[in-house]
Structures are given as structure tokens and as C-alpha cells.
Nanobody, 123 residues
């Protein structure tokens, strides 16, 4: 059973940084594409960023380009997201996702999900 556990969420002031982590178990981590999504109160889940299995390819939502950076450490079975210049519109539950199909890099149709971690940005 695929297990994804997010951590690093919390309360941060506008303009501040935060780093999210997602630890994976029960999968050949280096073969899985990984992604981050978020869901704000009253809104649907939206794509944030994704990274290819090797880490050589990344893709971002326009709303976070230049502020967020996704990375992965295959030796530690962990994917990260560095978030900078946070603003209240970034407030959401952030979810980690994984899928062995490299096609998800384009489709964003991930099959495996974590439970989420709350990020709250105060104004």
C-alpha cells in the first residue's frame, strides 16, 4: 500500500517562507512522478507543481512560478516544496501525490495521495 505523509505546514506571515516535505513508503520512490496540489476553503483542488521521477523535469502552476520550488531526494524517499513570498491566497491544505505513470507529468491525473498538511498565511 502506497503511503505518503506530508509535513511542514503551519502558520506563516505574508512574505515568509515555508518548506513542505512528503515522505513516501511502500513504493519504488525513484520510479514515481510526484506532485503537490492544494485545496483552499470552499474551492476545488488545484495543481501546484510536479516533478519527474529523476527530478530532471519540473512543472508549475502560473500562480506559484518563481516563488515555489519542487525537488526530490530519491535516497531519502522524500519530495519537497520550498515556498517563498507567501501570501494569503496561498492558504490551503497542501497534498502530496505520486504515480508510477510518467504520463502524469502532462495529465496531472495522480492515483496516490497523502492526507494533506495545512498552510495558513496571515496578512
Amino acid at each position: 500500500q502506497v503511503q505518503l505523509v506530508e509535513s511542514g505546514g503551519g502558520l506563516v506571515q505574508t512574505g515568509g517562507p515555508l518548506r513542505l516535505s512528503c515522505a513516501a513508503s511502500s513504493i519504488p520512490f525513484s520510479r514515481y512522478a510526484k506532485g503537490w496540489f492544494r485545496q483552499a476553503p470552499g474551492k476545488g483542488r488545484e495543481f501546484v507543481a510536479t516533478i519527474s521521477p529523476s527530478g530532471g523535469g519540473t512543472r508549475y502552476a502560473d500562480s506559484v512560478k518563481g516563488r515555489f520550488t519542487i525537488s526530490r531526494d530519491n535516497a531519502k524517499n522524500t519530495v519537497y516544496m520550498e515556498m517563498n513570498s507567501l501570501n494569503p491566497e496561498d492558504t490551503a491544505v497542501y497534498y502530496c501525490a505520486a504515480d508510477p505513470d510518467v504520463g502524469v507529468f502532462a495529465t496531472l491525473d495522480f492515483r496516490f495521495w497523502g492526507q494533506g498538511t495545512q498552510v495558513t498565511v496571515s496578512s
